[in-house]
């Protein structure tokens, strides 16, 4: 019983002590950037020694992207469940973008996080975790091809559209203040859906 209770513990600070850098990290990428932050940075923030972040990350890369994929897999069910029971082209789009831009425009850390690391960010994009977005766009598209609430077209190519556009258009709307997440769902749904109306 006891090792049991032991190795609970050890679960629990292994826990804790990941989640201590991950938010650390957090707030480091938000206030200096990706380019500019250090690991003593993030490790200055916690309470644990050094030695400690080299047992859950190698470098700031790899918690730079555990960050992003934490994030990522968060906004991609958002945006699932925003655009799953939509009727027609437009509120598929519309639904989805809000839910996308609205999530980032909420979370300050983050909006931080993406404003001062567009750049790193982009070259990113090829990564399991972010990738997967677009992966699950493509899927939606197809399934809403498939349910006639949008035309066919090639799914492969506006999935790529959508997610680059979405994170382009993001990048613009996060440099007003306050963000105009309303002026940006309008611009995405009026960009894609007309597009799609055409073919």
């Known amino acids: 019983m006891t090792d049991i209770v032991s190795a609970g513990r050890r679960e629990a600070t292994k826990l804790a002590n990941r989640g201590a850098i991950l938010d650390a990290a957090r707030e480091v990428f938000a206030e200096l950037g990706f380019g500019a932050a250090t690991v003593r940075d993030i490790v200055r923030r916690t309470e644990l020694a050094t030695g400690t972040f080299y047992n859950y990350f190698p470098d700031k890369e790899a918690v730079f992207r555990a960050l992003l994929d934490e994030r990522a897999r968060e906004v991609r069910e958002v945006v699932r469940a925003a655009r799953r029971h939509a009727i027609d082209a437009e509120t598929f789009i519309r639904e989805g973008y809000r839910a996308y831009f609205a999530y980032i425009a909420s979370d300050r850390t983050m909006f931080e996080i993406l404003r001062r690391n567009a750049g790193t960010i982009r070259a990113l994009f090829d990564t399991p975790a972010l990738g997967a977005g677009t992966e699950e766009l493509e899927a939606d598209l197809s399934a809403a ?4 609430v949008l035309p066919p077209h090639d799914v492969r190519y506006m999935a790529a559209a959508m997610v ?16 105009d997440v309303e002026g940006a769902v309008a611009f995405a749904t009026e960009l894609f859906a007309g597009g799609l109306s055409r073919r």
């Open 145 to 148: 091809v498939a349910a006639g």
């Open 164 to 179: 680059g556009g979405g994170f382009e258009i993001a990048v613009r709307m996060l440099e007003a203040d306050p963000p």
